[in-house]
């Protein structure tokens, strides 16, 4: 897996599509326990070079319930977005994910994990891209039947402050989803390696 960190943070393959140069960010290790497939870094995680050092990561640790010590362990939390870079400015926000980076990547770290972890795959991207025809009409949809996709993949809207309207008008979301996602966490943080 080193080795292949490495590769990755050399990676120049889209540099002269990203306004601000590639910078992949990547938390990665063989024995974690739970994986975090989100979008991609915004420009703070860019400019920071930690993986959701933001107002977003802060959110998402507060539904799993979680400390930042715990959420920077890569004993406990590998974090590969579906781009490893930031992708740019967009009208209403960033750009998506490069396309380049989950085909040419993700498969190749996968194969090393020595067992199954829990995957948890935040947004349309990671969802579309993992649960393919098992995805629903819609985020919102796709979310609400996470019971289905367990105990491999937990599904979740992105923890982004532009999201409260979503969580306005989804309170079964903190009432049935977030209790389920910590005991999953807890179980799988708790839960020796073979």
């Not at 992105?158 to 999953?184: D, T, Y």
């Amino acid at each position: 897996m080193k080795s292949l960190i490495n590769k990755i943070k050399c990676c120049k393959v889209c540099k002269d599509a990203l306004s601000l140069g590639p910078r992949p960010i990547v938390q990665l290790s063989v024995n974690s326990k739970i994986i975090i497939i989100g979008q991609a870094p915004g420009r703070r995680v860019h400019e920071t070079g930690i993986p959701w050092n933001d107002a977003s990561g802060k959110k998402l640790r507060e539904w799993m319930n979680i400390d930042e010590a715990t959420f920077y362990d890569p004993l406990v939390f590998s974090i590969m977005p579906m781009g490893f870079c930031y992708p740019g400015k967009g009208i209403s926000g960033d750009l998506p994910p490069r396309p380049e980076c989950a085909p040419l990547w993700h498969s190749k770290i996968l194969k090393n994990y020595r067992s199954t972890p829990l995957i948890l795959l935040i947004g349309q991207y990671a969802q579309r891209n993992y649960l393919k025809k098992e995805c629903k009409n819609s985020l919102t949809e796709t979310v609400k039947n996470f019971k289905e996709y367990l105990p491999k993949y937990f599904p979740l809207p992105h923890p982004s402050p532009r999201n409260q309207n979503w969580l306005k008008v989804n309170p079964w979301f903190m009432e049935e989803a977030i209790p389920e996602l910590r005991k999953r966490i807890r179980l799988a943080i708790h839960t020796p390696k073979p």
